[in-house]
């Protein structure tokens, strides 16, 4: 296995040449990418990439809300072993989100075809139809269709921010509901997704591969803090209700608190407002989120305990009142042990510079790990962007990516 990977000509241009390719479909003008879910530009992607899994010699077929698979097909047709990642893009965002994914995934496949032939399981790529968020107020439709939680009440009232509602723009798109019926499939038997990092870890410790063993938890918070408005010359300091000085006072510990406790722990004030928002007028609102991730379920729930504990102890010494809404809690999730020792040893046989460490992001394999064996692979990020017309992955190291996958799918799907 390693001398024959290792033999395989031309894989960072062939990889880095299609993910331009892909990017085509969706290019902005300022050099971004917008393939947003049901557009004209997301339909004409897949059924690009629909065409090319046809060139490549897999079966390719959509299923009814627009997934796109392309199967190697095995000795033992009910059981598949899939890869693969979203075709969505975020608005004006980079052309390797994604999209990396599922172009390792259609070469990784036909490397396999090429030099083992049929497999014993079989292999397939999706191309999934939404991850993002970035067109209608819903996340992750293409995997949770996939699994079976995708339910057809959460989007039927929905509508873009132009007023299209999600069936009309489904249905335009030549698609529809799944039939709930037919209940979620049985024949996955694992799920390798590999993605850029959107994080500067791997490149700053010059490591070629990050093997994911957990994708973080995360709670996220809008906290309101409500004071007296009131004339900012007039007003001496020892009598005002600054709302803006009490959320400061906050912000300052929660930052330190995890500061303190340090990695994994990650916690971040991303948005501030202020009200009224005037030179002279000391504000009477403040209004601030939090976003507090980890890998360990306790862990989260220990430290926002601490945290609101003594967010509530400044709001009484500022005499200010405070309200939290807790809008996101959702727990870590851990990838299946037993495929990420599969893949550190493929990584070993391989000679891959690689490490095991955790996603700091969400991913489709976090929808997928809880019902289906799930593991990560990471290639790493130019400065952490992504999200960015700048994401930017060297094409050498888009090849290790597609090696290690590689690795991977011949573990799962060629043994017994």
């Not at 300052?252 to 009200?275: C, F, N, Q, W």
């Amino acid at each position: 296995m390693k001398t024959t990977i290792q033999k395989l000509e031309r894989l960072d241009e062939e990889t880095a040449g299609k993910l331009e390719w892909l990017a085509e479909f969706g290019k902005d003008p300022e050099g971004g990418v917008s393939r947003l879910l049901y557009t004209k530009e997301w339909v004409e992607g897949q059924h690009a990439l629909k065409e090319w899994m046809e060139n490549e010699g897999l079966e390719a077929r959509f299923d009814e809300i627009g997934n796109l698979y392309g199967t190697l097909k095995g000795t033992k047709t009910d059981e598949t072993i899939l890869t693969g990642s979203h075709v969505d893009t975020v608005k004006n965002g980079g052309r390797f989100d994604g999209a990396y994914g599922i172009v390792a995934g259609i070469i990784a496949l036909k490397y396999l075809k090429k030099h083992f032939g049929q497999p014993l399981r079989n292999i397939e790529v999706v191309s999934m139809a939404e991850e993002e968020g970035s067109r209608f107020p819903y996340s992750f439709w293409g995997s949770k269709n996939i699994v079976g939680l995708a339910k057809r009440e959460d989007v039927e009232a929905i509508k873009d921010f132009e007023g299209v509602p999600f069936v009309e723009a489904m249905t335009k798109a030549g698609f529809a509901f799944r039939d709930a019926s037919n209940g979620p499939r049985e024949d996955l038997k694992a799920f390798v997704e590999v993605h850029v990092e959107q994080g500067s870890v791997l490149e700053i410790e010059k490591t070629d591969i990050g093997v994911v063993n957990n994708i973080v938890g995360q709670r996220r918070y809008t906290v309101e803090i409500t004071g007296q408005a009131n004339h900012a010359g007039t007003t001496p300091m020892g009598y005002r209700k600054d709302a803006v000085f009490a959320a400061s006072h906050m912000i300052h510990e929660i930052i330190s608190m995890a500061r303190k406790i340090g990695d994994p722990l990650v916690t971040t004030v991303g948005k501030i407002e202020a009200y009224p928002n005037i030179v002279n007028v000391v504000p009477g609102k403040a209004i601030f989120t939090i976003d507090v991730r980890h890998t360990d379920k306790e862990a989260i729930i220990s430290f926002t305990e601490q945290m609101t504990a003594r967010m509530q102890e400044i709001s009484t010494e500022h005499e200010v009142e405070m309200n939290i809404d807790l809008w996101m809690d959702e727990d870590p999730v851990p990838m299946d042990e037993r495929i990420v020792e599969l893949i550190e040893k493929q990584c070993k046989a391989n000679g891959l510079n690689y490490k095991v460490m955790h996603s700091g992001a969400g991913h489709d394999s976090q929808i997928f790990a809880p019902v289906i064996p799930t593991a990560m692979l990471f290639v790493p990020s130019l400065k952490g962007i992504s999200h960015n017309p700048a994401e930017f992955t060297e094409p050498a190291d888009l090849a290790e990516g597609v090696k290690a996958l590689i690795g991977a799918l011949y573990e799962l799907g060629y043994k017994e």
